[in-house]
């Protein structure tokens, strides 16, 4: 988990370009002994081959690969620029994180990063930020505009036999990743589960709640309360309305008649259902090579092709439980912590579906700019 001080942190910066961007991160690097003399070198070499801008104001300049054995320990720094710094292609940066990392630590910082910086508004944020206290409310994800939903936090075929047991466990998965306290445990088991409909059931709880999350678990065996059958319960832990949206996809299931076929689905598939509405169209696996993961480089290299079609076009990590997000957004697709040897499904859908879905192919056999 990354972790920040005021000390990373330094305002009202200003570069006449991001080479001297750069330069000025890797010198504050290297003079806190997260890297040796050097790794300015690697930053420069990395922005060449590819951009680090990833998006709503945002750019994460870091080493290649070859210079990693120049850091020290895993670090960032975190620099200001409220006037903008031209980053290239019509591309401004208002906030840029310099990264030290060994091995893949870097992609579970990236990950954290592109989560909470992806959100709407969040450039317009960043800009007006004049504190290093704003600053760290935004990158540690004070600022929460969706709520938690991974596979982590389904649980399916869990041997209950009344509401209480689902109650229970629910709250507990979401306890469990660091949500909420044991003490929303206690008060999700305390309270009774509403009706929705077709066999689901909801219940929430916005009592000592660190991040709003949602969490689905099914009974290995339907079974009756109150005259209703119990296929599924929703459990929301809600610390801001960030679950609304997920509320009123609910609706629109129950609205549609498909609980079912909602509750039949893959974890993967609940979170994507749940967190957005899910492309329907060709699909395709991939198996990503990279000994790196998925880092700017190779995630630029995939986010290029898919730009190139016209077709919609999301993708899940499989291997790491996500949601499915769009393959044509590097912030999105970066923030999904692909490793190597993880499994990302890709859906598309458009006149040049079938095409995308053999340039991604391709492009990820031919190892996305790296040497496999």
Not at 16 to 34: F, H, M, P, R
Not at 67 to 82: E, M, Y
Not at 167 to 182: D, E, N, T, Y
Request: net charge negative; charged share 20%.
């Amino acid at each position: 988990m990354l972790s920040l001080s005021k000390h990373d942190i330094a305002l009202r910066k200003s570069a006449s370009n991001k080479q001297d961007a750069i330069k000025v991160l890797a010198s504050e690097l290297e003079s806190e002994g997260l890297v040796k003399t050097g790794y300015v070198n690697g930053m420069l070499a990395r922005e060449a081959q590819n951009s680090t801008y990833l998006g709503n104001g945002i750019a994460i300049p870091h080493g290649t690969t070859e210079t990693r054995n120049l850091v020290n320990k895993t670090g960032v720094k975190v620099h200001h620029f409220p006037q903008g710094v031209d980053w290239g292609e019509g591309q401004t940066v208002y906030l840029a994180i310099g990264i030290a990392a060994k091995s893949d630590e870097h992609l579970e910082i990236l990950k954290q990063l592109t989560k909470v910086l992806s959100a709407d508004g969040i450039e317009e944020k960043l800009k007006r930020c004049d504190s290093a206290d704003e600053v760290i409310t935004i990158l540690m994800g004070s600022e929460q505009s969706e709520a938690e939903c991974n596979a982590q936090l389904v649980l399916k075929d869990f041997p209950a036999t009344d509401l209480l047991q689902l109650s229970a466990v629910g709250a507990g998965l979401i306890k469990h990743q660091g949500f909420a306290s044991k003490q929303m445990v206690a008060d999700v088991v305390a309270k009774e589960p509403s009706y929705l409909g077709q066999g689901l059931w909801l219940i929430s709880c916005n009592q000592e709640v660190e991040r709003t999350a949602i969490a689905v678990v099914t009974p290995s065996a339907i079974f009756e309360e109150q005259s209703h059958p119990v296929k599924g319960l929703i459990v929301i832990a809600a610390n801001n309305s960030s679950y609304v949206a997920n509320i009123e996809r609910l609706t629109q299931m129950i609205y549609s008649q498909t609980v079912d076929a909602f509750l039949s689905s893959s974890p993967e598939q609940i979170c994507s259902v749940l967190s957005q509405t899910q492309l329907e169209g060709n699909s395709a696996i991939f198996t990503i090579k990279n000994p790196h993961g998925l880092h700017a480089r190779p995630g630029a290299m995939l986010v290029n092709t898919t730009k190139k079609f016209d077709a919609d076009i999301q993708v899940v990590n499989v291997s790491g439980g996500s949601k499915a997000v769009n393959a044509k957004s590097l912030m999105k697709v970066i923030g999904l912590g692909v490793k190597c040897g993880n499994e990302l499904k890709f859906t598309a859908s458009g006149s040049d579906a079938e095409q995308a879905l053999t340039a991604i192919g391709q492009a990820i056999a031919d190892g996305l700019g790296e040497k496999l």
